[in-house]
């Protein structure tokens, strides 16, 4: 069970920093899981049937608690009997809903601010008189609830921590899981450890093996490996758990880096993985003639995919799917959907397909990347893999602008390949996010030799980013540009032009289509 030792909960009022507070959570080695603001007291029953709910924490959130539409808990979540700390508007708002006065917008504060604590008790326990905090808001806590009393102050705020003096109900006006708070991670232990009575004992690593194994028994089961590594790390967990009942398929689509195919193959089988490549090639290139809209590009190579998936799931025989689904993947597709679509993502981890299984598995459906880098590390995957830039399903399709042919499939894979060596031989690989040719689908006029050509124009894209939200173009040195420029011109004939693409993200995407 996912939280034996203690879970807590997190009430997601969409601040940005929700994610933020399951992970500190989490990294005291207590299980943590984000819902809802408005779950109800029943699904919180029902979770803790589950999860072992000790503590739910109440999220900051960008609302006033007078907006008329503003988020809102069920009051009777407050009766459960589960201690509850609230955050910055969590704060205000367990105040508000018990009766206390939140005075409006006027005396705002925002960054370093030091506390008085009156109180060192509960989550403020072991702290000092005085506590560097980071705070962010407008609206204020000015007078309790009955049977609360005031644990902290600040300049601007006579309530910035508070108690329930019966029940276990804590509120910081400021935020504990940000680095800014200098004992932030004492607060929230304090709470986890202290008022919650959670115990430490959780890791990313207890996962699954043995769920995987009592679900599918004896019986078969399939999962598209793309060699990323989410689909990586699940792929030899189950194989862990069903040895060779478990088949990993990697739909070779034909627009793969070079020598991927192999590498995968070779690795996999090195982890006891029974790999199946399918070589799907002509089939794609078929599918995208004269195909040149990016989104078109997409759906038709996603389709296709889950077309082939579908052929040999069928052929094995496999009652079971495995997914490598991580945790933000369910959480963004979920209640915390974004409505803007910049782009279709076609993805490995979350395959859509109409054979019925009995089950879809997702072994690492709790974890954040990192967590999930963790496991593979444990797992022994090597540092190539854990290590591994993003790769779009689509692959150099989306790298080849406009309607994709075998032969510009190959010049762009040529030039990746010149990226990538001269990157690495720059030492430079650690720090980047991701470094790709692009083909363009520009000609130019160039001088090879004695005589007048005219050719393509590939663009370098190299990006630093950390979630891929938001990236810069990275600032290279000119040495290590160079020498890619050299190696593409000199060693792709038809290449007569390299230009290097100083957009960050945004405007532009990370990719080119
Ligand atoms: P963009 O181009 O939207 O890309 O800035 C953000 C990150 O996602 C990767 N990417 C994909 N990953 N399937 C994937 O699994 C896709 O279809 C896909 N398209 C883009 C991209 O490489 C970057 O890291």
């Given at each position: 069970?996912?939280?034996?030792?203690?879970?807590?909960?997190?009430?997601?009022?969409?601040?940005?920093?929700?994610?933020?507070?399951?992970?500190?959570?989490?990294e005291?080695?207590?299980?943590?899981?984000?819902?809802?603001c408005?779950?109800?007291p029943?699904?919180?029953?029902?979770?803790?049937?589950?999860?072992?709910?000790?503590?739910?924490?109440l999220?900051?959130?960008?609302?006033?608690v007078?907006?008329?539409?503003?988020?809102?808990?069920?009051?009777?979540?407050?009766?459960?009997?589960?201690?509850?700390?609230?955050?910055?508007?969590?704060?205000?708002?367990?105040?508000?809903?018990?009766?206390?006065?939140?005075?409006?917008?006027?005396?705002?504060?925002?960054?370093?601010?030091?506390?008085?604590?009156?109180?060192?008790?509960?989550?403020?326990?072991?702290?000092?008189?005085?506590?560097?905090?980071?705070?962010?808001?407008?609206?204020?806590?000015?007078?309790?609830?009955?049977?609360?009393?005031?644990?902290?102050?600040?300049?601007?705020?006579?309530?910035?921590?508070?108690?329930?003096?019966?029940?276990?109900?804590?509120?910081?006006?400021?935020?504990?899981?940000?680095?800014?708070?200098?004992?932030?991670?004492?607060?929230?232990?304090?709470?986890?450890?202290?008022?919650?009575?959670?115990?430490?004992?959780?890791?990313?690593?207890?996962?699954?093996?043995?769920?995987?194994?009592?679900?599918v028994?004896?019986?078969?089961?399939?999962?598209?490996?793309?060699?990323?590594?989410?689909?990586?790390?699940?792929?030899?967990?189950?194989?862990?758990?069903?040895?060779?009942?478990?088949?990993?398929?990697?739909?070779?689509?034909?627009f793969?880096?070079?020598?991927?195919?192999?590498?995968?193959?070779?690795?996999?089988?090195?982890?006891?993985?029974?790999?199946?490549?399918?070589?799907?090639?002509?089939?794609?290139?078929?599918?995208?003639?004269?195909?040149?809209?990016?989104?078109?590009?997409?759906?038709?190579?996603?389709?296709?995919?889950?077309?082939?998936?579908?052929?040999?799931?069928?052929k094995?025989?496999?009652?079971?799917?495995?997914?490598?689904?991580?945790?933000?993947?369910?959480?963004?597709?979920?209640?915390?959907?974004r409505?803007?679509?910049?782009?279709?993502?076609?993805?490995?981890?979350?395959?859509?397909?109409?054979?019925?299984?009995?089950?879809?598995?997702?072994?690492?459906?709790?974890?954040?990347?990192?967590?999930?880098?963790?496991?593979?590390?444990?797992?022994?995957?090597?540092?190539?893999?854990?290590?591994?830039?993003?790769?779009?399903?689509?692959?150099?399709?989306?790298?080849?602008?406009?309607?994709?042919?075998?032969?510009?499939?190959?010049?762009?894979?040529?030039?990746?390949?010149?990226?990538?060596?001269?990157?690495?031989?720059?030492?430079?690989?650690?720090?980047?996010?991701?470094?790709?040719?692009?083909?363009?689908?520009?000609?130019?006029?160039?001088?090879?030799?004695?005589?007048?050509?005219?050719?393509?124009?590939?663009?370098?894209?190299?990006?630093?980013?950390r979630?891929?939200?938001?990236?810069?173009?990275?600032?290279?040195?000119?040495?290590?540009?160079?020498?890619?420029?050299?190696?593409?011109?000199?060693?792709?004939?038809?290449?007569?032009r390299?230009?290097y693409?100083?957009?960050?993200?945004?405007?532009?995407?990370?990719?080119?289509?």
């Amino acid at each position: 069970m996912m939280g034996r030792l203690g879970t807590v909960l997190v009430l997601d009022f969409g601040g940005q920093y929700c994610h933020l507070i399951a992970r500190r959570v989490r990294e005291q080695g207590v299980y943590s899981e984000i819902v809802p603001c408005d779950i109800s007291p029943d699904d919180v029953e029902k979770m803790n049937e589950k999860f072992n709910v000790k503590g739910m924490i109440l999220s900051g959130g960008p609302s006033s608690v007078y907006e008329e539409d503003a988020p809102k808990i069920d009051p009777k979540i407050l009766d459960l009997g589960i201690p509850l700390l609230g955050l910055c508007y969590g704060h205000q708002l367990i105040a508000y809903i018990l009766g206390g006065k939140v005075l409006k917008g006027t005396r705002r504060e925002y960054g370093t601010t030091y506390i008085t604590i009156v109180k060192p008790v509960g989550v403020l326990k072991g702290l000092g008189p005085k506590e560097k905090v980071w705070m962010s808001h407008s609206d204020t806590v000015y007078s309790l609830p009955d049977g609360f009393e005031v644990l902290a102050y600040s300049e601007a705020c006579p309530v910035a921590a508070y108690r329930d003096v019966n029940r276990s109900i804590y509120g910081l006006q400021w935020h504990p899981e940000v680095t800014h708070t200098e004992h932030g991670v004492e607060m929230l232990r304090n709470f986890i450890f202290e008022v919650c009575g959670c115990q430490p004992g959780w890791s990313p690593s207890s996962v699954v093996e043995d769920e995987i194994r009592k679900t599918v028994g004896e019986g078969k089961a399939v999962i598209a490996l793309s060699g990323g590594i989410d689909s990586s790390t699940a792929a030899v967990l189950a194989a862990r758990a069903l040895g060779k009942n478990l088949t990993a398929v990697f739909v070779d689509h034909g627009f793969m880096r070079k020598g991927e195919g192999e590498y995968v193959k070779r690795t996999f089988e090195e982890m006891g993985v029974n790999v199946l490549v399918v070589n799907a090639q002509e089939r794609f290139m078929k599918r995208l003639k004269g195909v040149t809209d990016p989104e078109e590009k997409r759906r038709i190579i996603g389709r296709e995919f889950i077309k082939v998936f579908e052929e040999i799931a069928e052929k094995v025989g496999s009652e079971y799917l495995i997914q490598g689904t991580i945790y933000p993947d369910r959480i963004e597709s979920g209640f915390r959907r974004r409505s803007e679509k910049i782009k279709s993502h076609h993805n490995v981890a979350g395959l859509p397909t109409r054979i019925k299984f009995k089950a879809i598995i997702e072994p690492l459906r709790d974890l954040y990347k990192d967590e999930v880098r963790e496991v593979a590390r444990k797992l022994g995957l090597p540092e190539e893999i854990v290590c591994r830039q993003p790769f779009p399903g689509p692959g150099l399709a989306v790298r080849v602008v406009g309607e994709v042919t075998p032969e510009k499939v190959e010049i762009v894979r040529k030039a990746d390949r010149i990226v990538a060596e001269e990157i690495e031989r720059g030492g430079l690989k650690d720090e980047l996010w991701q470094y790709f040719a692009v083909l363009t689908g520009v000609k130019s006029t160039g001088v090879k030799g004695d005589s007048r050509a005219y050719g393509d124009v590939i663009a370098v894209r190299i990006v630093e980013s950390r979630e891929a939200m938001t990236a810069s173009f990275a600032k290279v040195p000119y040495e290590v540009l160079e020498r890619i420029s050299t190696r593409i011109t000199n060693e792709i004939p038809e290449v007569t032009r390299v230009v290097y693409d100083i957009t960050h993200k945004p405007p532009a995407t990370i990719e080119w289509e």
